[in-house]
């Protein structure tokens, strides 16, 4: 078991590192310091963007889920040890890992169903949408007040 749990360690790093560095390069120019650049534009480059996110989400859903073979294996190295508090946190540590495979599948589906409603709007709506000029105007005038 701990020979699974060493691999599922190190295949589960290296998808979390490539989730984190395709993510990183497709957020480039869409998102400025404090918030999304514009939600307009951000939402049409989605369907374009499918292929990099689902390899974004779904792997790390996977790494979630081989994390989760790590806790196991882990826990029978340590169980005997201190087995009241180690089956406590890996009971934990399988919850939250579950839970984040969960959210990353999930957020994939939803930021395309977002952007395939969000094409599907008028041209009028889709311009209503805030975009990074009229969110730095707007804070432009708030920061006179102040």
């Known amino acids: ?30 998102f400025d310091w404090n918030s999304i650049g514009s939600i307009s534009q951000y939402m049409s480059d989605v369907p374009y963007a499918s292929e990099p996110g689902l390899v974004v989400n779904w792997g790390a859903a996977l790494a979630s889920l081989l994390s989760i ?26 919850i939250g890992y579950s839970v ?25 709506a889709q311009d209503a949408a805030p975009d990074r000029a009229g969110a730095r105007q707007v804070s432009s005038v708030v920061g006179r007040r102040s």
């Open 1 to 30: 078991m701990a020979k699974m749990g060493g691999t599922c360690s190190i295949l589960a790093g290296c998808l979390f590192a490539l989730s984190g560095l395709l993510f990183i390069v497709f957020q480039v120019g869409r």
């Open 69 to 94: 073979a790590r806790v196991l294996a882990l826990a029978e190295v340590i169980c005997p040890a201190k087995p009241g508090l180690f089956n406590w946190l890996s009971k934990l540590a399988i």
């Open 100 to 124: 984040n495979a969960v959210t990353n599948v999930a957020d994939y589906y939803q930021a395309n169903r977002l952007a395939h409603g969000f094409s599907h709007l008028d041209l009028s």
